[in-house]
Every structure is written in C-alpha cells, then in structure tokens.
C-alpha cells in the first residue's frame, strides 16, 4: 500500500458541492484518526475560509506533513483542475443529477485519457427522492460501465440545515456533533467507500 495518497474533489461544474465534500471527508478522516492536508484551489476559498475559521476557535484541521491530501479545485476548467487531476489517486467528482449538470460532468468525464478515467470516482449530491434525480444516478452509471471505467459511489442526501453549515467552522468534530442516525449513516457510507477504493 502507498505511504501517501492525494484525493481530488473536483469536475467541471461550479455549484455542486465541492467545498462541502472536501470538509466533510476531512471530519471523517480526522474523526477516524487520520491526519491530513488540504489545499485549497478554488479561487472562491471557501474551503481554507472553513480552516480558518476552525483555526480561530482553537482547531487545527490542515497538517502538512499528513500521508493524506486533499484538493478542493475550481468548479470550471483551468491549471489547478489540470494539475491536481493527473496526479490524484483518486478523482472525487459531485455532482447533482440534473439534466444540464450530467450533460456538462458527462462531456467532462468522456474527455478525460482512460487512465484518468479510472480514478474518477462520481458523488451524487444533495439528492432528492424524484424520479428524475434517480433516472440521472442511473444515466450517469450506464455512462460509466459503458466505458468501463471510473465508478458511481454512494450519494448524500439533500440536507440544508446539516452540511452547508460546516463551512462556518466549529471547535468541534462535525462527527462528534448530534447527528440523526440517516445522517450519519450515509455520510460513513460514502467516505468508508472512498476509503475502500483509495487503499485497494
């Protein structure tokens, strides 16, 4: 097994989640005793504005000598996108199955060289129990095993009053807050999964 891994969240889509997946997977891998680094690509910030903001309330977050990386990149295409996906061990890729956005991470995915595409590991984000969110999950799976490559990880729900707020920063772990059992459930889910996968 690597000594070292660097995850991605990224894709060429702006809107979809990416700062909260990356804070999210950062508490559960410091909940889970992992020690990581992030770093921050999106010119928005908002994932280093959440470090800072943990930082002032007495939690660090971000250590740079971490066997774990993640980048939280831009939500459109550029250098740092670029840079960080050639060598990402694994491509964390949000995305919320609308038409227009699977259309766009389609495109996206379909442009990639096979061996990125079998990094490339897609989150469906703020779901909702609609027959088109789910038709769009199973587009999106045909697509990938029409390649036959890349993957379809388990989805997170939408929760407005649970995973936005994150990003405000917080003393605590996200993990050791009061989290309904469906919430914490699905988050452990998804990440035990991008865990699975990054050491196999």
């Known amino acids: ?52 903001k943990c930082r002032e309330v007495g939690r660090v977050i971000s250590t740079r000598d971490a066997n774990i990386t993640i980048v939280d990149t831009a939500g459109t295409s550029g250098s740092s996108l670029t840079k960080y996906i050639r060598q990402a ?6 995305f919320k199955p609308h038409v227009a956005d699977l259309e766009v991470i389609v495109g996206w995915f ?20 609609t027959k088109e969110q789910r038709a769009g999950v199973e587009e999106l799976r045909s697509v990938v095993s029409g390649e036959g490559r890349g993957s379809v990880l388990p989805g997170l729900t939408e929760r407005k009053a649970v995973y936005p707020p994150l990003l405000n920063g917080s003393k605590d772990n996200f993990f050791d807050s009061r989290l309904d059992k469906n919430t914490r459930a699905e988050t452990s889910n998804l990440f035990t999964e991008v865990m699975r996968n990054l050491e196999e």
């Open 1 to 52: 097994m690597k000594e070292s891994f660097l995850l991605a969240v990224t894709g060429d889509k702006g809107g979809v989640g990416k700062s909260t997946i990356a804070a999210l997977l950062a508490e559960w891998l410091l909940y889970n005793k992992y020690a990581i680094h992030i770093i921050d690509a999106d010119p928005n910030q908002s994932t280093q504005t959440w470090i800072d």
């Open 110 to 129: 379909l442009s990639l060289k096979e061996e990125l595409q079998k990094r490339v590991f897609f989150i469906p984000n703020m779901l909702s129990p």
């Open 89 to 94: 061990d694994m491509i964390l890729v949000p």
